[in-house]
């Protein structure tokens, strides 16, 4: 399809083309003025409408295809929620508006939000204090180990390492790296985390421990007791990466069960749409002891029940964002949150639970799955069988979109090869999962007929399979189509 | 149960597939010792009842002041097409394009950004954009840090404080060195800054239009820095850039900005949108998503995402960044608005803006007492000298229903008495003769 650029035509006024009632040259000197017009489409409004629009029907989204990508709980998110946050009383607040001396009044609505969900993300967690700062899961990680670091380097103590298990998100060693640790990685043992292995690595230098439960395999890390209690054993921290929190929601608190540190992705598990990449929102859940370190500004509420900002945390990390975190996105989840309520929330991760062991079950005949027994919200199956015959994960993939599906997570985690991960999370419907089973079962028997067939998919895609050594090789990252002035 | 399709039968029947007689059953491997003591959480609420609440606590902001605050974050018209058209589900509810056939919608879409970025900064490569203005500034530092391997930086302090607060924050536990270069009466000291950089400086860091509204040329302090072989960051206001002298024009390596002015909502403070662009020798030193142009097996043209070696999810703790996300629903909705109105249309609510805030100064600099804080040029914001603080002033304006601009005292000690003043499309004459009225009654 062509580009907005390719479609430019000299003249052509786009919608924002206001008439100037008079010269204005001279207003910015010209040594400080730009030379000439920006390069930019010369479009109607109609050719912008239909440009998008078309290319909206190239994409595939839940609200038009299952999207089973694992690791990633792509469910579906209620209409009503996108209602909540463009109400203008939100939409129109500029941010520095409740910042000014006794401007507080002018924001309440706003600072109630943001003192409610972190009152609501901390009674989920059985976290003392949360903060919705950070505006993505990794963003939130990044928080979380510059909160540690903070903890560690308050306490006198030098602490350089963070060990993270191989079946970790890989934003979690990227993470504590960019915080200005070193990182440890640590082997799982049939999938989850050895704890004689941990001990061997523990050790005085050791900040944190960050670790994913239920993991990247899908599994629950069953020797989590054991881990608390070394991990405690050198006074390092406990931290919980949250994506998969739809797994656990009334099952366990993080708080509870020993950590000290957990993100949220909000755009996962709370149901607010996840934008093609974003935006999203990361909150930092932590423990008492960690509450000080917390980034500032946080909201309080006086005796009077009016809310303000409160600046005056002389141990805080400082401004992770600008403001207060992407404030839509968590509305967004505030709301889902109060429309779900207690048992909501609870049949949530029931249901996604029950979902991907059924379509585990269903699929355990036909993919080889390494570690087969009761997964959480979703579960890594291998084609290495499939492999054999020269059909890879990847192919297995692309014919899933042919199907009409979203293919699953592929060749992550790192650790399991020819790694598919599906996660079907709570709002699909059996028939939905039996068609995709169904899909997916003709094309594992393709394989073994008609092993050509499934290499060269997609065919009912826009375009088929892509080069992506071209694209990395031969760098073309902007349209280089040329528009007169 | 909302959004949760199975019926009790459905539910048996995939109990049965599982081979367990429970759902309960399901999470035996969580011991009962780690089992929540408490979830008290609200019950459940319909629809239209969560959304009167909220529609509750919306009407508790004030959004009807009579606005000239701006500091980095404007309010601009967006035309009604961006939302219609960014609001798409089949946008709205896509991943990150891990599956590039499935996606190509959104990948020509970035795509279309990347190059619109570059055009408006004159630069020659723009990633997917990552979550502010301030995370680009922080992620921009970084690139020089590692491009250059050198641990010193020179910021000025015209540079959002917002920012630089930002930038303290994330360096706190790394080994650089930041040096400020303090403001001369709302001014960049170029000399001063000049002299700063020198062979261990990774990076100079600027802004234009400076935080006090201040246009600057930088050109001369980055052709220094480039003998010295730092790099040249600017921070830039991405609409006013369709009528100031461009990144790429004064010699910077890499461009950053908050791209809210660009068609997003203010939001009380988010989503927002941070932009990056660079020389073509920084590309793999760049964060984030990038999406490149290729073919298919038959020669078709499609988008993918690439460079991916430089990401965690490949690279883990060596990777260039941990950002896994970008905003991609935002960048849609700045190149949808980029598209709407167009070169000309975008330079003319620039200068359209600039003339405001100029017809804004000559008013009120006629009220006893003010003064300019800067003698520089300025596009669409001013600082404004007061006989009396700031503070009070607005305390006593925003009774009246207008907010007049921001303290600059909250950031600059020493400053209490100044004004920040931004105009937009939006604002109008009649705007600025009554903001002149009440602001002459209240000094």
């Not at chain 2, 690279?315 to 996300?325: E, F, G, L, M």
């Not at chain 2, 003010?370 to 596009?379: D, G, N, Q, V, Y």
């Amino acid at each position: 399809m062509k580009t907005i650029f390719e479609q430019s035509v000299p003249g052509r006024p786009g919608v924002g083309l206001r008439e100037l009632k008079k010269d204005l040259t001279g207003l910015i000197p010209q040594e400080l003025a730009r030379d000439g017009l920006p390069c930019l489409p010369q479009v109607s409004e109609l050719d912008v409408v239909r440009h998008f629009t078309r290319l909206s029907r190239l994409n595939f989204g839940v609200d038009s295809h299952f999207y089973p990508l694992g690791s990633c709980t792509m469910k579906y998110n209620p209409k009503f929620i996108e209602q909540a946050a463009s109400l203008p009383g939100f939409s129109r607040l500029h941010p520095l508006v409740p910042q000014f001396r006794g401007a507080g009044h002018f924001a309440q609505g706003a600072l109630e939000v943001i003192y409610e969900t972190e009152r609501l993300l901390c009674e989920i967690t059985g976290m003392a204090g949360f903060t919705v700062h950070p505006m993505a899961g990794s963003h939130g990680e990044l928080t979380g180990a510059m909160i540690i670091a903070a903890y560690h380097k308050d306490k006198g103590r030098n602490r350089s390492k963070v060990i993270v298990p191989d079946s970790a998100h890989g934003t979690n060693p990227a993470s504590a790296a960019i915080a200005g640790f070193d990182v440890i990685s640590l082997e799982s043992r049939d999938g989850i985390i050895d704890p004689q292995a941990l001990e061997a690595v523990l050790s005085k230098d050791v900040a944190a421990v960050m670790m994913t439960c239920p993991n990247t395999l899908g599994l629950f890390e069953q020797h989590l007791p054991r881990i608390v209690e070394l991990v405690r054993s050198v006074d390092a921290l406990l931290y919980y990466d949250g994506a998969n929190l739809n797994a656990i929601l009334g099952k366990m608190r993080v708080g509870e069960a020993g950590f000290d540190v957990v993100h949220l992705n909000l755009h996962k598990t709370f149901g607010t749409p996840h934008g093609g990449g974003g935006p999203g929102s990361g909150p930092v859940g932590v423990c008492q002891r960690l509450v000080d370190y917390l980034p500032v500004s946080r909201v309080g509420k006086q005796e009077d029940g009016q809310f303000f900002l409160n600046y005056d945390h002389p141990k805080s990390i400082g401004y992770v964002a600008p403001f207060y975190g992407n404030f839509a996105v968590y509305l967004k989840a505030y709301a889902y949150i109060l429309r779900l309520g207690r048992k909501g929330l609870i049949r949530v991760s029931e249901n996604a639970v029950l979902a991907a062991n059924y379509l585990r079950k269903r699929l355990e005949n036909h993919l080889e799955i390494p570690f087969n027994r009761i997964c959480m919200h979703e579960f890594v199956a291998s084609a290495v069988r499939q492999a054999a015959k020269g059909v890879r994960a990847v192919d297995i993939a692309k014919a899933l979109l042919d199907k009409g599906h979203h293919a699953p997570t592929v060749y992550f985690p790192l650790i399991v090869k020819e790694a598919l991960m599906f996660e079907p999370t709570e709002t699909e419907s059996l028939d939905t999962l039996d068609q995709f089973v169904d899909d997916l079962i003709a094309i594992l028997e393709q394989v073994e007929q008609d092993p050509a067939a499934v290499q060269s998919a997609p065919r009912k895609t826009p375009v088929s399979r892509l080069d992506e050594v071209k694209a990395a090789r031969n760098l073309e990252l902007t349209d280089q189509c040329r528009l007169e002035d | 149960m909302p959004y949760i399709p199975h019926t009790p039968d459905e539910q048996q029947r995939m109990l049965d597939v599982v081979g367990v007689s429970s759902l309960e059953e399901l999470f035996a491997e969580i011991p009962a010792d780690l089992r929540p003591k408490s979830f008290d959480l609200p019950e459940g609420l319909g629809e239209y009842e969560v959304l009167r609440h909220l529609e509750t606590l919306a009407e508790k902001n004030n959004t009807r002041l009579v606005g000239f605050l701006g500091a980095g974050f404007y309010d601009h018209a967006i035309p009604a097409a961006v939302d219609f058209l960014t609001a798409r589900g089949e946008f709205a509810t896509a991943y990150t394009p891990y599956q590039p056939e499935a996606s190509q919608g959104l990948l020509q879409a970035i795509f279309e950004y990347q190059t619109a970025i570059c055009r408006l900064m004159d630069m020659e490569y723009a990633n997917a954009s990552v979550y502010d203005g301030g995370t680009a500034l922080y992620e921009a530092m970084m690139m020089a840090v590692r491009q250059t391997k050198r641990r010193k930086i020179v910021v000025d302090e015209c540079v959002n404080p917002i920012y630089r607060r930002m930038l303290d924050c994330y360096t706190s536990n790394l080994q650089l060195e930041m040096i400020v270069i303090s403001h001369k009466e709302g001014s960049s000291d170029l000399p001063a800054l000049s002299k700063a950089v020198d062979t261990d400086t990774a990076a100079v860091i600027v802004q234009n239009p400076n935080f006090f509204g201040a246009l600057e040329d930088f050109s001369e302090l980055f052709a220094h820095a480039s003998s010295q072989r730092a790099l040249n960051i600017i921070s830039v206001y991405p609409l006013m850039q369709s009528i100031l002298k461009t990144p790429g024009a004064m010699g910077a390596d890499i461009a950053t900005a908050e791209g809210q002015s660009l068609g997003l909502p203010l939001s009380f403070g988010g989503p927002y949108l941070g932009i990056m662009a660079c020389s073509k020798a920084l590309i793999r030193q760049m964060p984030g998503r990038i999406a490149g142009r290729t073919t298919d097996g038959e020669g078709r043209t499609g988008y993918v995402l690439t460079l991916q070696a430089r990401e965690q999810h490949i690279r883990r703790h060596k990777a260039t960044s941990n950002i896994c996300s970008n905003q991609a629903l935002c960048a849609m909705r700045a190149i949808v608005y980029l598209c709407l109105m167009g070169p000309q249309g975008l330079a003319n609510t620039a200068t359209h803006s600039a003339e405001l805030a100029h017809y804004a100064a000559r008013r009120l600099l006629k009220l006893p007492g003010t003064r300019m804080l800067s003698e520089r040029p300025f596009a669409n914001e001013f600082a404004l000298v007061l006989p009396k603080p700031a503070y009070a002033v607005i305390d006593r304006l925003t009774r009246r229903g207008y907010l007049p601009g921001f303290p600059l005292g909250r950031y600059y000690p020493g400053l209490e008495n100044v004004l920040l003043i931004a105009c937009t499309e939006k604002n109008t004459r009649e705007d600025i003769g009554i903001l002149k009225e009440l602001l002459g009654g209240a000094l």
